[in-house]
């Protein structure tokens, strides 16, 4: 996560690794996740400050891509005048893959995202997720990738469906408590009994859903379910 080169292209977008020496990136994360769309769909944040966003950076964000290879990235519009360089594109997300260590973590890693507001409905967030996993399939390998999200999230739903993901139902997500229930679902591929990634079989006796505006509301990770 330390290279400040290192990033991958789509035609309006650069993905790089986040820099907790950049005030900058620091500074954006904080305004990331304090939107109102962010915090109606994770809860209020404790990342409120540029110091608390940098030790975020330095301390989970730099274990994940340390443990799987992968993990939280930022993604940033092209400045048409330079297209290709990092330093003058506009920071406008972040997208992620996610997988844990703990005992009965899912064996496939999830998908997140987040944008800022103003930047909502105009595919971004779906051009930065397929350009994340066409990236990590061609280099690491990575095919199998879960989608996990709160029921009541119509919009993170309908990003997995704009990338060809299957809907497999209602899963107790236990890694995330006794109690979460998230939508899941699977890259396109992947077997659709689920148990082979550690999810349970089976969808959870019914559940009440709670309806939400079903704006363009994005989340950066499936920990959100539990908020």
Same mark, same amino acid.
């Given at each position: 996560?330390?290279?400040? =080169?290192?990033?991958?292209?789509?035609?309006?977008?650069?993905? *790089? @690794?986040?820099? /907790? !020496? $950049?005030?900058?990136?620091?500074?954006?994360?904080?305004?990331?996740?304090?939107?109102?769309?962010?915090?109606?769909?994770?809860?209020?944040?404790?990342?409120?400050?540029?110091?608390?966003?940098?030790?975020?950076?330095?301390?989970?964000?730099?274990?994940?891509?340390?443990?799987?290879?992968?993990?939280?990235?930022?993604?940033?519009?092209?400045?048409?005048?330079?297209?290709?360089?990092?330093?003058?594109?506009?920071?406008?997300? =972040?997208?992620?893959?996610?997988?844990?260590?703990?005992?009965? *973590? @899912?064996?496939? /890693? !999830? $998908?997140?995202?987040?944008?800022?507001?103003?930047?909502?409905?105009?595919?971004?967030?779906?051009?930065?997720?397929?350009?994340?996993?066409?990236?990590?399939?061609?280099?690491?390998?990575?095919?199998?990738?879960?989608?996990?999200?709160d029921p009541a999230n119509k919009a993170s739903g309908a990003v997995f469906r704009s990338l060809g993901f299957v809907d497999v139902g209602l899963r107790q997500l236990l890694v995330f408590?006794?109690?979460?229930?998230?939508?899941?679902?699977?890259?396109?591929?992947?077997?659709?009994?689920?148990?082979?990634?550690?999810?349970?079989?089976?969808?959870?006796?019914?559940?009440?859903?709670?309806e939400k505006n079903a704006e363009e509301v994005v989340k950066e990770s499936v920990g959100a379910v539990a908020a």
């Amino acid at each position: 996560m330390s290279d400040p =080169t290192f990033k991958i292209e789509t035609p309006r977008l650069l993905i *790089s @690794y986040l820099q /907790p !020496d $950049l005030d900058s990136h620091c500074d954006f994360l904080v305004a990331l996740y304090n939107t109102p769309e962010f915090i109606a769909n994770n809860g209020k944040t404790p990342v409120t400050t540029r110091d608390v966003a940098r030790r975020q950076l330095e301390g989970r964000f730099r274990a994940e891509h340390a443990r799987n290879g992968y993990g939280t990235y930022l993604f940033s519009l092209r400045n048409p005048a330079n297209p290709d360089d990092l330093a003058s594109a506009t920071p406008i997300g =972040t997208v992620s893959l996610m997988r844990g260590d703990e005992p009965g *973590s @899912y064996t496939a /890693p !999830d $998908l997140g995202f987040a944008i800022l507001s103003e930047y909502m409905r105009k595919g971004y967030t779906k051009e930065a997720a397929q350009g994340l996993m066409d990236y990590v399939e061609r280099v690491q390998g990575v095919k199998d990738i879960l989608g996990l999200h709160d029921p009541a999230n119509k919009a993170s739903g309908a990003v997995f469906r704009s990338l060809g993901f299957v809907d497999v139902g209602l899963r107790q997500l236990l890694v995330f408590g006794p109690d979460v229930v998230g939508q899941v679902w699977i890259k396109k591929g992947m077997s659709e009994d689920v148990s082979v990634y550690g999810l349970p079989k089976e969808a959870p006796a019914a559940v009440a859903v709670p309806e939400k505006n079903a704006e363009e509301v994005v989340k950066e990770s499936v920990g959100a379910v539990a908020a």
